[in-house]
């Protein structure tokens, strides 16, 4: 297929990686700011824009990665009569955003985090689609299945809890990690020392699924542990008190 | 090392597997509950008791893995004049508890989760070493040099701490997950969509440290799709609301 890619940032870099090996064409990269559109234009070797009016009217797709609230403002934007179909990659975004102004749309949102610095293999990445249409969603998913081995579909609604269990279990636990961090630093401890569990409680939900493998001093409600470290707390990070206060309670009570 | 296990839980059932297949021999399994003690005694071949009073006086080590709150009645029944160095393997425990009962003495705490379903390669398990005195010392590190590669110095106070990071970024995260599988279920959907998104936000840690790689809405400062987040939560799981604002503000403030 030959693809315009409207964004480049973390998500259009790795969808437009993932594109290119996958044997697509990028025929253009858009950004609003010019210089961010070339970094990933020139990785692509394909032209960067960054006027809307310069969209190839004549592209299979339209891949719009970028943050949720520009989406609607570039979809109002783009050029009347694409030829091809028009999707955005966002978990929260409803598809019908796109229903004044396109007619053949979807969704194709990957259920990953992803960093520039870090490769991902897409192949495993589930996508989860949607579309205006029958016709649109098998073409959407002839490509999603080009792109990974894992392709569902996905009503908006799911979309949008499965975004926020996303947020739980990726956005929220990575800020643990960083209270973990914080903790051990303030001990002159490595964060280094905790990364095998980290690893290992990520892990172990790969077999299990997590109500079902809880462990630590709520679960058993070791009232003494967590006293103690509550007293740690008070004393060095007034601020995690109430926290770990709510967290061991959910826990104990679930 | 003759070596007496006084417990017969996760813990100590994964230190009675590290130790006997470093050649360590186990002497003994102690619980109060016979059975419980007969279970792992079995699977390690020794014999298993339940009245402190026949604890053999001659072993090298006396490794207690129990409850928190159990930990000082035990030590406080303990047969007078016990040849070898006592240590336990809590991460919030005083290494003090000992002082009154017992001359060598020392803690081996173990930095991961146990879980009897799963084993663990314990070469590369972090264990926190402290010790009456430096002889004593000296002993436990050697013991602990024998189980895994990873060995390191830490006193009462930094093991609390070390305890505490761990109940964030192993307990609370495993809570977490389990709060993505709720939400996931509510709308049916599989707790295998997440999967490999939780595997790689704890493996971009593994080179990364979290407070640089975090990732999401509250980061970007996205009103728009947290309202979107709340306004389902606020519907469907009301209790998480307060939990999912109070995260955000964290992550963005931080």
Chains 1, 2 share one sequence.
Not at 143 to 166: E, K, M, N, W
Request: proline content about 5%; some cysteine; overall charge negative.
């Amino acid at each position: 297929m030959d693809i315009v890619l409207l964004g480049s940032g973390n998500v259009a870099t790795h969808f437009g990686r993932a594109l290119s090996e996958a044997g697509h064409r990028i025929v253009q990269v858009y950004s609003r700011t010019k210089s961010h559109a070339i970094v990933l234009a020139k990785a692509l070797d394909v032209p960067a824009i960054d006027d809307l009016a310069t969209v190839d009217p004549n592209a299979d797709l339209y891949v719009i990665s970028l943050k949720d609230d520009a989406i609607g403002q570039i979809i109002a934007q783009l050029p009347p009569a694409l030829k091809g179909v028009v999707v955005h990659t966002a978990g929260s975004v409803d598809v019908g955003i796109f229903a004044p102004y396109v007619q053949k749309y979807g969704v194709l949102y990957p259920v990953q985090t992803f960093s520039i610095a870090k490769p991902v293999d897409f192949s495993i990445v589930p996508l989860a689609l949607e579309a205006s249409d029958e016709a649109t969603y098998a073409q959407v998913a002839q490509l999603a299945g080009s792109l990974s081995t894992r392709i569902f579909r996905c009503d908006s609604r799911q979309r949008l809890a499965l975004h926020v269990a996303a947020v739980f279990a990726c956005n929220f636990v990575n800020h643990f990690y960083a209270i973990g961090a914080n903790l051990l630093q303030k001990q002159g401890l490595d964060f280094d020392l905790i990364r095998p569990l980290i690893l290992e409680t990520a892990q172990k939900v790969m077999s299990h699924v997590p109500g079902e493998v809880q462990t630590g001093p709520a679960i058993r409600n070791d009232i003494g542990t967590m006293q103690k470290h509550l007293e740690l707390l008070e004393e060095n990070h007034p601020e995690l008190v109430t926290l770990y206060k709510q967290m061991s309670e959910r826990i104990y009570s679930n």
